[in-house]
């Protein structure tokens, strides 16, 4: 299966918000409420950061929310911050009981 | 809460086999569906496969690029996930990360290098 399409980069400014959209088909990301997003910096294992498309993992900030319409998924980071600065990925359920993850998103804080 | 250590990692050649396992600390993993996850030097990651419960099965799941070649087992009386790797190929060289389904919970990744 193909890897879910996501933008290679996204930028915004401290304090600002920013949505990275992850765009797949409706054998994926469209027919399964099975989205989730995790968020990686450098030589570390990625973190759980949305589950079930909407759902915060335990401890994630209110500032990360995510949504999805149709075949796209989208996170979005409000009141930007340093720490935010990372790579970004999707991944969804798929119809073969596969699982498929973005090509990733790196998010710069100017 | 639970942790997850992978160990097994290391060099081969092209054509060879390793079985790397990842072993579960501080809760039970035996409910848990379990997946693989590798990202290449410098990639994204990837989605290996993933092992359903003995309760739902004990099945698995393969993605295209490993199938026939990787198998995921078990052994919920020694809280061990393990994954079988043949037929290795350069593009498997990779960091593997052991993590449950829903990917709440990773271990550190252990290195795989094929050389050919």
């Known amino acids: 299966q193909s890897t879910l399409t996501q933008p290679a980069s996204v930028s915004g400014s401290p304090g600002q918000s920013i949505t990275i959209s992850c765009t797949g088909t409706s054998s994926d990301v469209g027919g399964y409420d099975h989205v989730s997003w995790f968020q990686q910096h450098p030589g570390k294992a990625p973190k759980l950061m949305i589950y079930?498309?909407?759902n915060r993992a335990s401890g994630v900030s209110d500032r990360f929310s995510g949504s999805k319409s149709g075949n796209t998924a989208s996170l979005t980071i409000s009141g930007l911050q340093a720490e935010d600065e990372a790579d970004y990925y999707c991944?969804?359920?798929?119809?073969?009981?596969?699982?498929?993850f973005g090509g990733g998103t790196k998010v710069t804080v100017l | 809460e639970v942790r997850l250590v992978e160990s097994g990692g290391g060099l081969v050649k092209v054509g060879g086999s390793l079985r790397l396992s990842c072993v579960g600390s501080g809760g039970s993993l035996t409910n848990a569906w379990m997946s693989w996850v590798r990202q290449a030097p410098g990639k994204g990651l990837e989605w290996v496969g993933r092992?359903?419960?003995?309760?739902?099965?004990?099945?698995?799941d393969y993605s295209a690029p490993v199938k026939g070649r990787f198998t995921i087992s078990r052994d919920d009386s020694k809280n061990t996930l393990d994954l079988h790797m043949s037929g290795l190929k350069t593009e498997d060289t990779a960091l593997y990360y052991c993590?449950?389904?829903?990917?709440?919970?990773w271990g550190q990744g252990t290195t795989v290098t094929v050389s050919s």
């Open positions: 993590t449950s389904d829903i990917m709440d919970v």
């Open positions: 092992i359903k419960s003995k309760r739902d099965g004990e099945t698995a």
């Open positions: 079930d498309v909407t």
């Open positions: 991944n969804s359920y798929t119809d073969s009981g596969a699982r498929v």
